[in-house]
T-cell receptor, first 112, second 116 residues
Framework: GQQVQQSPPASLVLQEGENAELQCTYS?????MQWFYQRPGGRLVSLLY????AEQRGGRLTSSAASNESRSSLHISSSQITDSGTYLC????????????FGKGTSLVVHP | EAAVTQSPRSKVAVTGGKVTLSCHQT?????MYWYRQDTGHGLRLIHY???????EKGDIPDGYKASRPSQENFSLILELASLSQTAVYFC???????????????FGPGTRLTVL
């Protein structure tokens, strides 16, 4: 089946103000990509969605995809303490019914 | 803003008992999904549906049934709950009615199920 790997695989620790880059690699042809944020015990909150390889921006967040590398990235600029939490990517593939595959998530910890 | 609600928000069930988790969306979306989230496994798809009165198996359907009586409602049924089904369950919806329209998913708040 489809495999989605996220990196860093476990957690990323930053100082407030630093930039973060989270990555998602997959073993199939991308049709859509969505990044989510989740606090412990909380719901998944959609951050950015892209129906293709197109770069998406929202505030301090930018998502992009490299078609030739089967990799997508989420950039967080000027990280804040409130950015701490888990970030998950979901990859949708073309053809058939829409069944996105999720990565296991990367935990981001931002220290003051 | 898309709205997906789930009930109950938490439940304790006994092994072998029947559990029904409910999901309701007011987005007029065709697709609805049930996922479970476990530490170390991430989010895994159990069942999904793209039209009322029809459901499809996801990646881990064993031990679960689903029901989609209307566009707005989607239920997950555990006929014989087991310890291994202790997890947080999330419902989601997305709009895929028209070719090229967003498949963006909107999630409910989750249901924490504990089977004892």
């Amino acid at each position: 089946g489809q495999q989605v790997q996220q990196s860093p695989p476990a957690s990323l620790v930053l100082q407030e103000g630093e930039n973060a880059e989270l990555q998602c690699t997959y073993s199939t042809t991308l049709n859509s990509m969505q990044w989510f944020y989740q606090r412990p015990g909380g719901r998944l909150v959609s951050l950015l969605y892209s129906p293709s390889w197109a770069e998406q921006r929202g505030g301090r967040l930018t998502s992009s995809a490299a078609s030739n590398e089967s990799r997508s990235s989420l950039h967080i600029s000027s990280s804040q303490i409130t950015d701490s939490g888990t970030y998950l990517c979901a990859i949708g593939t073309s053809g058939g019914n829409y069944k996105p595959t999720f990565g296991k998530g990367t935990s981001l910890v931002v220290h003051p | 803003e898309a709205a997906v609600t789930q009930s109950p928000r938490s439940k304790v069930a006994v092994t072998g008992g029947k559990v029904t988790l409910s999901c309701h969306q007011t987005n007029n979306h065709d697709y609805m999904y049930w996922y479970r989230q476990d530490t170390g496994h991430g989010l895994r798809l159990i069942h999904y549906s793209y039209v009322a009165d029809s459901t499809e198996k996801g990646d881990i359907p064993d031990g679960y049934k689903a029901s989609r009586p209307s566009q707005e409602n989607f239920s997950l049924i555990l006929e014989l709950a087991s310890l291994s089904q202790t997890a947080v369950y999330f419902c989601a919806s997305s709009d895929a009615r028209t070719g090229g329209v967003s498949y963006e998913q909107y999630f409910g708040p989750g249901t924490r199920l504990t089977v004892l």
